[in-house]
């Protein structure tokens, strides 16, 4: 059925049309519930502060309200696991404090939480059973100098000072994904860990968050002004990359293509947009 959101401007007393624009997303669990996540103060009537859970005929999850999180930037879903990422202030850039709460799956309550002092917002959330990994544009972490992505311990919270993948680069990581035993990580960078890399690249699990030198993409950008790997997904044994490219890997291309998500062998035969003139 169809959603209805009151929305409320953050910094504003009063309530106004939900936009597209909007800082909001939504993301899907296992069992088919869908969390719904942005500025708002209601859905379909029922009153829900920013973070609302959907079930699958739409309407909303009664059960399930966690209350209000101020600033909302990511909600992640693993296995049964929900984690919020959220931030201390609206603006994505000075001094924050970002806060990672896993909430429990029945009742909302708050079953695990993390603090990160930062100089930027977050980018990019991603956590499996021992660690988060967060990305972004920041410089400092916890008041020390420290390039992203970084990794926190989940058992303390605290960071994992040997995990330090971009060393002394200057890295932006937009992107991230945990699959295929390894973090994927896509940005804007030519080199990572001092291995060449253009805007993807595999890291592997280890103590350092060394490159996975086994994996390499390498494409063909489709402008000079753009030539981006912009955006990746996982869906069953496959990697589907999104961007400004017309080859990858020597395989012709179009904006999107399918990889093996363990040697990143490129499906040929998996051309969805060709011939189409498309501004990914």
């Known amino acids: 059925g169809n959603i209805s959101l009151q929305a409320q401007h953050p910094h504003s007393a009063g309530a106004h049309q939900f936009e597209s624009s909007e800082r909001g997303g939504v993301t899907v669990q296992e069992d088919g519930k869908i969390l719904l996540w942005g500025v708002f103060t209601e859905v379909n009537g029922t009153p829900r502060d920013g973070l609302a859970r959907l079930n699958e005929d739409g309407t909303v999850d009664s059960t399930w309200n ?4 101020p600033f909302i930037s990511h909600v992640v879903v693993a296995g049964t696991e929900i984690l919020v990422a959220s931030r201390s202030q609206a603006s994505s850039f000075g001094d924050m404090t970002l806060t990672f709460t896993f909430l429990d799956p029945v009742s909302a309550g708050i079953v ?8 930027r917002a977050a980018d ?3 956590f499996n059973d021992q660690h988060i990994y967060v990305s972004g544009d920041m410089t400092t ?8 992505p970084v990794r926190l311990v989940r058992a303390t919270g605290a960071v994992d000072p040997a995990f330090d993948p971009a060393g002394t680069e ?5 992107h991230m994904e945990l699959a295929f035993g390894g973090l994927f990580v896509v940005g804007r ?4 860990g001092d291995v060449a890399r253009l805007n ?3 890291l592997n699990l280890d103590a350092t968050g060394s490159v996975d030198t086994d994996w390499d993409l390498p494409f063909t950008p489709s402008r000079s002004s753009r030539d981006e790997i ?5 869906a069953g044994n496959h990697l589907y990359i999104g961007g400004q490219f017309t080859e990858l890997d020597g395989n012709p291309v179009d904006f999107i293509g399918r990889v093996d998500g363990n040697d990143a062998t490129v499906d040929p035969t998996w051309r969805p947009l060709q011939g189409t003139d498309f501004d990914y």
């Not at 695990?112 to 100089?119: K, T």
């Not at 200057?170 to 937009?174: N, P, T």
């Open 170 to 174: 200057s890295l932006r990581i937009e």
């Open 124 to 126: 990019a959330v991603v």
């Open 230 to 234: 912009t955006g990746i997904a996982v």
């Open 189 to 192: 960078f030519t080199t990572i």
């Open 66 to 69: 966690p209350g209000p999180i």
């Open 112 to 119: 695990e939480q993390h603090e990160l002092e930062v100089d």
């Open 200 to 202: 993807i690249a595999k």
């Open 141 to 148: 972490i916890n008041e020390v100098s420290r390039m992203s």
